[in-house]
């Protein structure tokens, strides 16, 4: 780890920390919620060792980059834009790109937004999500899940950092990684907090160190900043309607696990694997179903998630 270095960079009006170890061909790797670059420690130094340029972000409202206040500062246009920009500063032309959770969602857009900046894309647990012309996503989620759904709980602004404030942020953590329960994931009205003396026990593959370090960035930082993409979904689908169709037209491998949440909301497999995600991404080359894998899989399963990154990327 101590060979992995940080820098700051300032990007689209942001100061932006990144993580990067090694040289090569560069590899981007977008983190979700509530993760940091640190999510991306076991690939960083695995890509690096296998002569790749590896380069973590904290994306813009996590950890040591800037944390802008209003949910409009949260579009996929200034998320990507960020990223452009950090390309930039880096001099780097074109990456492979890799993006998990929050980090999958923005990692399908920056490949219909600027495709000219992609070689390939990997991505995990977040499957492309066509933009549905006659409905905005809550409106559908609310129909579809109720107002318990963890989305539609966290659109107030203040009151899922209220709960959350209720506990350690170490305690979110643990349950955010560590759940399991491939169901839909709703918080019911005593909060995401309650229990706060329930014991959790540590899976082998996360460490309370982990667990410490992102509960330490949280506590600078507060949720506010990553629960803002969740706030900015219905903004970004008004934004995003010129690029209703568009397909994604890079290379892309997509990898999830079968306990996943996202894999197992409702509609997802039928669009997985009955045609839909091969009609929106025409260059899908690989598709990977792990078994018994939960959400976190890049942290649960490291060097699975390595070697299937590399044996994709090497092709290119």
């Known amino acids: 780890m101590e060979k992995i270095h940080h820098k700051y960079l300032h990007v689209n009006g942001i100061n932006m920390h990144i993580a990067e170890i090694g040289e090569g061909q560069p590899v ?27 380069i973590a972000p904290d994306l813009r409202g996590y950890g040591d980059t800037d944390v802008p206040p209003s949910v409009s500062s949260y579009t996929v246009h200034h998320i990507v834009g960020d990223l452009v920009a950090l390309l930039d500063s880096l001099k780097i032309g074109r990456v492979f790109l890799v993006g998990h959770d929050w980090g999958s969602f923005i990692a399908w857009w920056f490949c219909k937004l600027r495709p000219d900046r992609i070689r390939a894309l990997v991505s995990l647990s977040v499957v492309h999500s066509p933009r549905n012309p006659k409905r905005k996503p809550l409106q559908s989620l609310r129909a579809a899940f109720g107002d318990d759904y963890y989305i539609c709980k966290f659109q107030e602004p203040g009151v899922a950092e209220e709960d959350f404030a209720r506990v350690d942020p ?99 497999k039928e669009y997985i694997h009955k045609g839909g995600l091969r009609r929106d991404v025409p260059f899908l080359q690989e598709l990977v179903i792990m078994e018994g894998v939960a959400h976190f899989l890049q942290e649960e399963k490291p060097e699975e998630i390595s070697a299937h990154i590399y044996d994709f990327i090497k092709k290119f």
């Open 28 to 54: 981007l790797f977008l983190h979700g919620f509530p993760e940091l670059w640190y999510s991306w420690r076991h690939q960083l130094l695995s890509l690096s060792s296998l002569g790749y340029r590896a």
């Open 170 to 268: 170490a305690l979110i953590i643990k349950k955010f990684l560590v759940g399991r329960n491939p169901g839909l994931f709703r918080i019911h009205k005593d909060g995401l907090g309650r229990n706060p003396g329930k014991q959790i026990i540590l899976p082998s593959w996360l460490s309370e160190e982990d667990v410490n370090y992102y509960a330490s960035k949280f506590k600078q930082t507060g949720f506010t900043g990553g629960l803002n993409y969740y706030r900015a979904m219905d903004l970004n689908w008004e934004l995003t309607a010129p690029w209703t169709g568009v397909q994604v037209k890079v290379p892309v491998k997509f990898v999830v696990g079968d306990l996943d949440i996202t894999y197992n909301t409702p509609g997802v």
